[in-house]
């Protein structure tokens, strides 16, 4: 770090950084702003380690405004562990479904399996048994263990890195590897061993609501008077963060494959696939200089071993994952030749457009499907001209 620098760099044994004030602020002003502050959540009062873990897996990649409403309709339908293992991984990705990232959805489902099998359906309160099911990585675990049975396991997420960043003034970069992991450290040190969950929600909720990424609220921050990067003026400069690469963009083709019933060929993608165990209309990625109604026809020979003919363009629409962003156009086909046959014994369904909401689709296959169903009952359903979203 340049001496001219306004931040540290984090030393070896960071919890060297957290003195009596520092600590004082977070269990005192911390906890205390806390509970007058917090918000209202389903699982939070609850005190069912079931209820918080499923709650915890949902909020690895989802905002709580987001995922509040998915919580709600995933335990009406899975009410307890029990329910949750017994049901068909069909039933639990349907009841995921607009929430992404579903190998979330897929490992939660197995991992009650595991706690049914193995811990008689009781989620396990120690590090190493938690830590051993699908899905529940550090934070997770530390969360689950220290907001359900009050283990003095410290989180780590993006908001308490921030906190901790600011009120550090840490210049280093928080995507390294080294830095989370002395991070950690410091919120280990830090924590509040008496009552870690009401501990570690408050840093995650301060986070949240009052030292956001952009514009913080310090004068409403309860360690704004240990907070070195307000001292400094410089609530913007921190967490230090390397620049991510370059998102890529891809063009898909989908086909529309109806048979002479009107019914629709959907596919289930494998279990180890990205959106694995979801149903999706056949198609893939465009090739350099290929038209996409080209790309249609080769992904269908080659996915199903079919030849098709690509008759309309029916909708296009733009979606974005984690990683990259895909432009996706659905066309009408019919087949031509062959029969279709999925590689390896991947599922395959005819569905007609009404019976399609008993799948679980992706989100932009569901924008497709959305799109079918407005224009069913329209006399010259494919007659229109591409729709644009």
Same mark, same amino acid.
């Given at each position: 770090m340049p001496s001219d620098s306004p931040g540290r760099s984090l030393p070896d044994d960071p919890s060297s950084l957290a003195s009596d004030r520092h600590r004082g602020a977070f269990h005192e002003a911390l906890v205390a702003w806390y509970e007058n502050n917090k918000r209202v959540m389903p699982w939070r009062a609850s005190g069912d380690p079931y209820r918080i873990w499923v709650s915890e897996i949902m909020l690895q990649q989802t905002r709580v405004d987001q995922a509040e409403p998915y919580f709600n309709r995933f335990m009406e339908a899975f009410p307890t562990v029990e329910a949750l293992a017994a049901a068909s991984q069909d039933e639990v990705l349907q !009841?995921?479904?607009? +929430? =992404?990232?579903?190998?979330?959805?897929?490992?939660?489902?197995?991992?009650?399996?595991?706690?049914?099998?193995?811990?008689?359906?009781?989620?396990?309160?120690?590090?190493?048994e938690i830590r051993a099911l699908k899905g529940i990585g550090p934070y997770t675990a530390a969360a689950v263990l220290s907001i359900a049975f009050n283990k003095p396991h410290a989180v780590l997420d993006g908001n308490v890195m921030r906190v901790l960043a600011r009120v550090f003034a840490i210049e280093d970069d928080v995507r390294s590897s080294r830095t989370k992991r002395l991070l950690q450290d410091l919120a280990d040190a830090l924590l509040e061993p008496t009552d870690p969950?009401?501990?570690?929600? !408050?840093?995650?909720? +301060? =986070?949240?609501?009052?030292?956001t990424p952009r514009n913080p609220e310090c004068t409403a921050c309860p360690l704004a008077t240990v907070c070195e990067a307000k001292a400094q003026g410089l609530q913007d400069r921190y967490p230090v963060k390397s620049k991510k690469p370059p998102v890529p963009h891809y063009e898909i083709a989908v086909g529309l494959v109806f048979d002479d019933e009107g019914?629709?060929?959907?596919?289930?993608?494998?279990?180890?696939?990205?959106?694995?165990g979801l149903w999706e209309f056949p198609g893939g990625k465009q090739e350099p200089d290929e038209p996409l109604e080209e790309t249609c026809r080769r992904e269908l020979r080659e996915e199903l071993q079919?030849?098709? !003919?690509?008759?309309?363009?029916?909708?296009?629409?733009?979606?974005?994952?984690?990683?990259?962003?895909?432009?996706?156009?659905?066309?009408?086909?019919?087949?031509?030749?062959?029969?279709p046959t999925p590689p390896d014994g991947v599922p395959m369904a005819w569905a007609s457009i009404d019976a399609l909401s008993d799948y679980a689709f992706p989100r932009a296959n569901r924008r497709i499907i959305e799109a079918l169903e407005e224009r069913q009952q329209q006399p010259h359903l494919f007659d229109a001209l591409p729709s644009e979203a």
């Open positions: !009841a995921w479904e607009g +929430l =992404g990232y579903y190998s979330r959805a897929r490992h939660l489902h197995a991992a009650a399996q595991h706690v049914v099998d193995e811990h008689d359906g009781a989620v396990p309160s120690t590090y190493d969950g009401t501990y570690n929600q !408050a840093v995650m909720e +301060l =986070g949240a609501l009052v030292c019914r629709l060929l959907i596919q289930q993608r494998p279990d180890d696939a990205m959106l694995g079919i030849e098709v !003919a690509v008759e309309a363009p029916f909708y296009t629409l733009d979606h974005a994952y984690s990683h990259f962003k895909i432009t996706m156009h659905a066309f009408v086909c019919r087949i031509e030749a062959g029969t």
